[in-house]
């Protein structure tokens, strides 16, 4: 059975993956964005949200999943982390696997995985693009957000894979520290190079 190419997009904070991803998906390439599903998942309603109330009580409320409840009791504890991730973990699989099957006579699909590399995931991908761009833009990007702090923006560098070694093990770089239009040129080239190796499997 023939099956997508399946392609990692990976890349760390404020280096324009959601943008790229974005991009993938205006040219017709089905994307699954894993944070979404999760995000979806654990809204009003969501499927996870009973597990999780009952693993951790008190960590949702009338609009699902509260993330600063959450976060406060398995924040920096890897214990409890395992445990939510283990509830998350198989849903997100199971979506994913829908996913696949939905779109299995397309050339290419994308999964936009942001911690590919630090959860092993790069193993289950047939090609990893990594999206880049220079420690100032994207330094200035993160701090421009609401609620960002510079110990908050260290901490979250310090859990991913630096961006030097994404670069290094990616099959491809997208590089975001251009212009827009230069970023949609250089994915409009990559995704005629995917669909030329996924039509010569």
Excluded: C, W, Y
Excluded at 173 to 195: N, W
């Amino acid at each position: 059975m023939t099956r997508p190419l399946i392609v990692g997009l990976t890349g760390s904070i404020g280096m324009g993956k959601s943008t790229v991803a974005a991009m993938f998906e205006d040219a017709g390439v089905p994307v699954f964005d894993a944070d979404a599903e999760v995000r979806a998942m654990q809204g009003p309603g969501g499927e996870l949200v009973p597990a999780i109330e009952e693993a951790f009580p008190g960590s949702t409320d009338e609009n699902g999943v509260s993330r600063d409840a959450l976060g406060a009791l398995v924040f920096g504890n890897p214990q409890e982390l395992a445990r939510l991730e283990a509830i998350v973990h198989p849903a997100v699989a199971t979506k994913r696997q829908a996913f696949l099957i939905e779109h299995a006579s397309a050339p290419v699909v994308v999964f936009d995985i942001p911690l590919l590399f630090e959860k092993g995931g790069a193993e289950a991908v047939d090609t990893v693009v990594v999206v880049s761009a220079p420690a100032e833009t994207q330094r200035a990007r993160v701090l421009a957000r609401p609620g960002m702090t510079e110990d908050k923006f260290a901490h979250i560098l310090g859990l991913q894979t630096p961006d030097a070694e994404k670069r290094e093990r990616a099959d491809h770089v997208i590089d975001t520290g251009t212009t827009l239009a230069q970023t949609e040129v250089a994915v409009a080239e990559l995704i005629e190079k995917l669909r030329a190796a996924s039509a010569a499997r």
